[in-house]
């Protein structure tokens, strides 16, 4: 009932602090934090005996609020050989990811209330993490009809989301807006331009005329967003934008925060560690969407998660099957696993000194636990016992066969990473410890 994690180096996102500490966590609750080597003290102060309470030593390891996931895939309902919640659920854990926050583009897709039920309760069956589900804004993913926004809304929706669906219909999406704004529901949106980004399967450039590879423009996700912030102009919804990718979309989503539109963005931890170069003689593992973009285009979305511009960090976990991605590079499907690999490729980010812990946590935990509504992703007294005990430093030779999850297409198979994740807490109960 009662944890006291002692000689933990804290990562303290709210505080933007990196500290030594002491965490006491009841019945699934941060109870009290110190910074004082003097544990008995603490104790004294809430009542409890030291017989009563179980202490961890986290040997000078970093402890810090679970990741808090939004965009990832479970292949539930229809997919299932691909991802199910249980082996999603061990992904996560394994990762330290706490809270995975689903996405809709399932076979069939989550657009009615019957379908999101189904989900949960596989969900709380099967997944040893918290499992928030989003729905589709438009029913069948289709950009036609909007979706019954309320009755999903009462039904566990969190948010509601085409994916990469963008809706073409500008009057369709200004209603969507408009009723999700009446409900107070949150929207997440693919910036892009459908028409210039149809059949791309690499960034314009000198690369891909090289490779011969159909492209796109980085304005095609400009144009895209300047279309979304011109809806939220109108409309005053809340809005995210799942994954802002590229160099030129950062100024106007500088404008739109400043003109106090509600808007926050994401990106995805692929763009901010990996380039196009990446992709070299067409390795299909390194196809994702949007593709990967320029060395300066990543360098400079890094620098906009470090400002706090961009707010969030997301795995975008996407699994595809052996067959799906052993085809030519254009045809082959787009997407990676990324839940296990979200954190030591967050590391890569930090031992180059681009990103402090904190400020990874912020984007990963705090901030989009904030903007979902949830107490979690902050170390607080009163917040929920959701923590990951990690090792930034250990080093480890990714092999994608260990993964927990059933699909095993990660970009970062056999590279040599850094940070391991020693333990995962749901309400402060282990989900996950990795084995000595």
């Given at each position: 009932?009662?944890?006291?994690?002692?000689?933990?180096?804290?990562?303290?996102?709210?505080a933007?602090?990196?500290?030594?500490?002491?965490?006491?966590?009841?019945r699934?609750?941060?109870?009290?934090?110190?910074?004082?080597?003097?544990?008995?003290?603490?104790?004294?102060?809430?009542?409890?005996?030291?017989?009563?309470?179980?202490?961890?030593d986290?040997?000078?390891?970093?402890l810090?609020?679970?990741?808090?996931?939004?965009?990832?895939?479970?292949?539930?309902?229809?997919?299932?050989?691909?991802?199910?919640?249980?082996?999603?659920?061990?992904a996560?854990?394994?990762?330290?990811?706490?809270?995975?926050?689903?996405?809709?583009?399932?076979?069939?897709?989550?657009?009615?209330?019957?379908?999101l039920?189904?989900?949960t309760?596989?969900?709380q069956?099967?997944?040893?993490?918290n499992?928030?589900?989003m729905?589709?804004?438009?029913?069948?993913?289709e950009g036609?009809?909007m979706?019954?926004?309320?009755?999903?809304?009462?039904?566990?929706?969190?948010?509601?989301?085409?994916?990469d669906?963008?809706?073409?219909?500008?009057?369709?999406?200004?209603r969507?807006?408009?009723y999700?704004?009446?409900?107070?529901?949150?929207?997440?949106?693919?910036?892009?331009?459908?028409?210039?980004?149809?059949?791309?399967?690499?960034?314009?450039?000198?690369?891909?005329?090289?490779?011969?590879?159909?492209?796109?423009?980085?304005?095609?996700e400009?144009?895209?967003?300047d279309?979304?912030?011109?809806?939220?102009?109108?409309?005053?919804?809340?809005?995210h934008?799942?994954?802002i990718?590229?160099?030129?979309?950062?100024?106007?989503?500088?404008?739109?925060?400043?003109?106090?539109?509600?808007?926050?963005?994401?990106t995805?931890?692929?763009?901010?560690?990996?380039?196009?170069?990446?992709?070299a003689?067409?390795?299909?593992?390194?196809?994702?969407?949007?593709?990967?973009?320029?060395?300066?285009?990543?360098?400079?979305?890094?620098?906009?998660?470090?400002?706090g511009?961009?707010?969030?960090?997301?795995?975008?976990?996407?699994?595809?099957?052996?067959?799906?991605?052993?085809?030519?590079?254009?045809?082959?499907?787009?997407?990676?696993v990324?839940?296990?690999?979200?954190?030591?490729?967050?590391?890569?980010l930090?031992?180059?000194?681009?990103?402090?812990?904190?400020?990874l946590?912020r984007?990963?935990?705090?901030?989009?636990?904030?903007?979902l509504?949830?107490a979690?992703?902050?170390?607080s007294a009163?917040?929920?016992?959701?923590?990951?005990l990690?090792?930034?430093?250990?080093p480890l030779?990714?092999d994608?066969f260990?993964?927990?999850?059933k699909s095993?297409n990660t970009?970062?198979?056999?590279?040599?990473?850094?940070?391991?994740?020693?333990?995962?807490?749901?309400?402060?109960?282990?989900?996950y410890?990795?084995?000595?």
């Amino acid at each position: 009932m009662t944890t006291l994690f002692i000689n933990a180096r804290l990562i303290d996102p709210e505080a933007g602090s990196d500290a030594p500490g002491s965490l006491l966590v009841h019945r699934g609750t941060i109870l009290a934090r110190s910074d004082q080597s003097d544990t008995a003290a603490l104790l004294a102060d809430h009542n409890l005996h030291a017989d009563d309470v179980q202490v961890i030593d986290c040997g000078g390891k970093c402890l810090a609020p679970g990741i808090v996931d939004i965009g990832v895939k479970v292949c539930e309902p229809g997919e299932r050989h691909k991802e199910s919640y249980k082996s999603a659920g061990l992904a996560a854990a394994a990762g330290g990811v706490t809270t995975i926050v689903t996405r809709p583009d399932t076979s069939p897709c989550i657009d009615n209330p019957e379908t999101l039920e189904f989900v949960t309760r596989r969900a709380q069956a099967d997944a040893p993490v918290n499992v928030l589900p989003m729905a589709a804004l438009t029913k069948g993913r289709e950009g036609r009809e909007m979706t019954e926004i309320g009755f999903l809304l009462d039904a566990g929706a969190v948010a509601f989301t085409d994916c990469d669906h963008v809706v073409t219909s500008t009057k369709v999406l200004s209603r969507a807006l408009t009723y999700a704004r009446s409900c107070g529901a949150l929207v997440i949106a693919h910036p892009q331009e459908p028409g210039l980004s149809a059949g791309a399967a690499a960034t314009s450039g000198k690369f891909a005329a090289l490779r011969g590879l159909p492209s796109v423009s980085p304005m095609a996700e400009r144009m895209g967003l300047d279309r979304d912030i011109a809806l939220l102009e109108m409309t005053g919804a809340k809005y995210h934008a799942d994954q802002i990718t590229t160099a030129r979309a950062l100024p106007a989503l500088e404008r739109a925060k400043a003109n106090g539109i509600d808007i926050t963005a994401g990106t995805s931890i692929h763009h901010l560690t990996l380039n196009e170069l990446d992709v070299a003689d067409y390795r299909t593992f390194f196809k994702v969407k949007p593709p990967l973009r320029s060395e300066e285009d990543r360098l400079a979305v890094v620098e906009a998660v470090r400002t706090g511009l961009i707010d969030v960090i997301s795995s975008m976990h996407t699994p595809q099957d052996e067959e799906s991605k052993r085809l030519p590079f254009e045809e082959a499907a787009a997407g990676a696993v990324a839940l296990e690999t979200l954190l030591p490729a967050a590391m890569r980010l930090y031992h180059a000194e681009l990103l402090d812990l904190p400020t990874l946590f912020r984007a990963m935990s705090l901030t989009p636990a904030t903007r979902l509504g949830l107490a979690s992703g902050r170390l607080s007294a009163g917040a929920p016992a959701d923590l990951v005990l990690f090792d930034p430093d250990a080093p480890l030779v990714l092999d994608r066969f260990t993964l927990q999850s059933k699909s095993k297409n990660t970009p970062f198979d056999t590279q040599q990473m850094q940070g391991r994740v020693l333990a995962t807490y749901v309400a402060g109960d282990p989900v996950y410890r990795k084995e000595a």
